[in-house]
C-alpha cells in the first residue's frame, strides 16, 4: 500500500543535475490534482526541511538555498511530482521526499542523493 514512489536519486559531482519523480498511485486525481505537493529533503543529522511546493494552479516556491537551481513540476495525468535539481552542491546531498504540504500521507523510502567526487 505504497501511497508516495520517489525515484531519480544518484550520484553526481558538484555541479551536475539529477532529476528526481515522485508518483503518488493511491491518490485519486480529483484529489491529486487541486493538492499542494512539496519535496522536502533530509541530511543525515538533520531534520527534514522542506524544500519547494507546487500548489495545484502551479505556483511554486523554493527555500533560499536551493533557488534558482531547482525547478518543482507536475504532471496531473501521471500523478507525478518533479523535481529538477541543477548546480548541485554537496550540501544538497540527502534523502529527497515528496508529499502533501500538509505531510498527511504516509513516506515513501525517498531516493538518495549523493553529490561529491
Known amino acids: 500500500q505504497v501511497h508516495l514512489v520517489e525515484s531519480g536519486g544518484g550520484l553526481v559531482q558538484p555541479g551536475g543535475s539529477l532529476l528526481l519523480s515522485c508518483r503518488a498511485p493511491?491518490?485519486?486525481?480529483?484529489?491529486?490534482?487541486?493538492?499542494?505537493m512539496a519535496w522536502y529533503r533530509q541530511a543525515p543529522g538533520s531534520q527534514r526541511e522542506l524544500v519547494a511546493t507546487?500548489?495545484?494552479?502551479?505556483?511554486?516556491n523554493y527555500a533560499e538555498s536551493v533557488k534558482g537551481r531547482f525547478t518543482i513540476s507536475r504532471d496531473n495525468a501521471r500523478k507525478t511530482v518533479y523535481l529538477s535539481m541543477n548546480s548541485l552542491k554537496p550540501e544538497d546531498t540527502a534523502v529527497y521526499y515528496c508529499?502533501?504540504?500538509?505531510?498527511?500521507?504516509?513516506w515513501g523510502q525517498g531516493t538518495q542523493v549523493t553529490v561529491g567526487q
Open positions: 507546487i500548489s495545484g494552479s502551479r505556483d511554486t
Open positions: 493511491r491518490m485519486i486525481t480529483s484529489v491529486f490534482n487541486p493538492a499542494t
Open positions: 508529499n502533501r504540504r500538509t505531510q498527511e500521507l504516509p
